[in-house]
């Protein structure tokens, strides 16, 4: 007898794998819902400057993330090079931000926050990951006119150590150094609206 | 979290920021990076290789900045090499250190090493690298003992010790061939 999903047919290490990103995956909208980051008008309220919550989050995962990373690698508890990191495609991945950034603001959430939405069952939530799905299953039926443009401008996995050709020590010192900065800034400007 | 609380990990951010630049490497090994094309175009244009004969007119020539590497096991080095070359393992090939100016040409039995270990080369930066196409096979066949009335280059075998050999004999010495 087999088991109900293909995927479970590949052993326990994929199994494992599925309930690590089940957990993470939970964990990240758990985090995102107790930020607040399930409402369209706080996520809005970022490109009005009148509440910059997803901006201060965003920067300080993005910040935790890298210093964790970083520092965890030189420790050598962490093998840097076997994280995954996805290929870099500058024309379509640049198309693809501006496409995002006009969904982000015309719907009032992102794929994650959305789902977080969803879950907590705002209205808003659900017709966003409707969309979101809707969109996926268009691109998949037409790709095939896509697929140049897609796969244009491969630089496989350009980081920026690698495209500022600057020692990924500086890189990170000077990606603290902004995000401090950044997140300064926010509080600023929170605090004059 | 209160202002103290933001505060304090802002200050742990900014210690662990201004320390990085001076903390090394992360990466447990040198990470190279490949871009295809290029690669594909320098394949296409055969600039990846160099033949036995090109080598040896090199090294007669004393080509400036030239560094022949043997990836080939310590006793077939032991038991001949191009006269010159470096004996380096193809493990510890990519953390062996080349100046930008150096020219290196890889050297394994029968070419296959050295194409791969011109792969990990030009991953690494290192543009200036060739592989011996034939190994040293064609090394032999070519520069040492090419077959009589069919010898690329006379002049070259004679500089470098090497001699003539009748139609269908062997090799009179050689390294083991069958390897990559």
Do not use: N
Request: hydrophobic residues 50%; contains cysteine.
């Amino acid at each position: 007898m087999s088991a109900p999903l293909p995927v479970f047919d590949a052993g326990s290490a994929r199994v494992l794998e599925l309930a690590a990103a089940l957990a993470i995956g939970v964990g990240f909208g758990w985090a995102l819902e107790r930020a607040g980051l399930a409402s369209a008008p706080k996520l809005v309220g970022q490109f009005y400057g009148t509440d910059l919550t997803v901006f201060k989050v965003m920067f300080t995962a993005i910040l935790v993330a890298l210093l964790g990373s970083f520092w965890l690698a030189r420790l050598d508890v962490l093998d840097l090079a076997r994280v995954s990191v996805p290929d870099t495609f500058l024309l379509p991945q640049l198309a693809g931000g501006l496409l995002f950034g006009i969904g982000f603001v015309v719907a009032g959430l992102c794929p994650g926050t959305s789902c977080v939405a969803a879950a907590t069952g705002r209205g808003d939530g659900l017709v966003a990951v409707a969309g979101m799905f809707c969109g996926v299953l268009l691109t998949g039926l037409l790709f095939a006119p896509l697929a140049r443009f897609y796969e244009s401008t491969g630089h496989a996995a350009w980081t920026l150590p690698e495209a500022l050709h600057l020692p990924y020590g500086v890189v990170v010192g000077l990606v603290v150094a902004a995000g401090l900065a950044g997140l300064c800034a926010a509080e600023w400007i929170e605090g004059r609206a | 979290m209160g202002r103290a609380g933001r505060r304090a990990l802002a200050g742990v951010a900014l210690v662990g920021g201004a320390l990085a630049p001076f903390a090394g490497s992360p990466y447990r090994a040198q990470r190279g990076r490949v871009d295809v094309a290029r690669l594909a175009g320098v394949v296409a244009r055969e600039e990846d290789h160099v033949t036995a004969v090109e080598l040896a007119q090199w090294i007669k020539d004393r080509k400036p900045g030239l560094r022949v590497i043997d990836l080939r096991a310590a006793d077939a080095f032991d038991a001949y090499h191009v006269p010159g070359s470096q004996r380096v393992d193809i493990t510890t090939l990519p953390t062996t250190a080349f100046a930008p100016a150096e020219t290196v040409v890889l050297v394994s039995d029968a070419g296959g090493h050295a194409a791969q270990g011109w792969v990990f080369l030009q991953a690494l930066g290192h543009r200036q690298a060739y592989f011996l196409r034939g190994g040293i096979g064609e090394w032999m066949d070519d520069v040492m003992s090419p077959v009589a009335g069919r010898q690329p280059a006379p002049t070259l075998t004679r500089y470098f010790g090497g001699a003539a050999r009748a139609e269908g004999a062997p090799p009179p010495r050689g390294p083991r061939r069958g390897g990559c």
